[in-house]
């Protein structure tokens, strides 16, 4: 029996952060793509192929539903401590990354939005 696009997304909104980290590998190696690059590959693609030594601010706009969630993704990206993380997020919008090579900085960012929150670059 053939999972549905439904049962896939509700698998995926019960997974942890770590669990999609892995799925999105995973996901990544099977079928050969990038997904970097899909998030990269919208309007501005032909700019962001231009821009790839550039060096970004990855900045949290919003913490979103999910503060818990973002404060643990802020915690691996960053090393910081529990507390450290919190007041972080919770100053939102506040500087994650400064000076990421913007491949990186696109790793960070699909982290982020997977965990709830809303960032940008600088």
């Given at each position: 029996m053939?999972?549905?696009?439904?049962d896939i997304i509700s698998a995926i909104k019960e997974m942890k952060v770590a669990e999609l980290n892995?799925?999105?590998?995973g996901i990544?190696?099977?079928?050969?793509?990038?997904?970097?690059?899909?998030?990269?590959?919208?309007p501005a693609a032909g700019a962001a192929e231009d821009d790839s030594d550039k060096?970004?601010?990855?900045?949290?706009?919003?913490a979103?539903?999910?503060?818990v969630a973002v404060i643990k993704v802020v915690r691996e990206l960053t090393g910081l401590g529990l507390m450290d993380?919190?007041?972080?997020?919770?100053?939102a919008p506040s500087d994650v990354k400064e000076n990421v090579a913007?491949?990186?900085?696109?790793?960070i960012k699909s982290q982020l939005?997977?965990?709830g929150a809303e960032v940008e670059f600088k």
């Open positions: 053939a999972l549905t696009k439904e892995e799925l999105v590998k990544e190696e099977e079928f050969g793509v990038s997904a970097a690059a899909m998030v990269a590959a919208g060096e970004v601010t990855v900045v949290l706009k919003s979103g539903a999910n503060k993380a919190k007041k972080l997020v919770d100053a913007m491949d990186k900085a696109e790793e939005v997977a965990a």
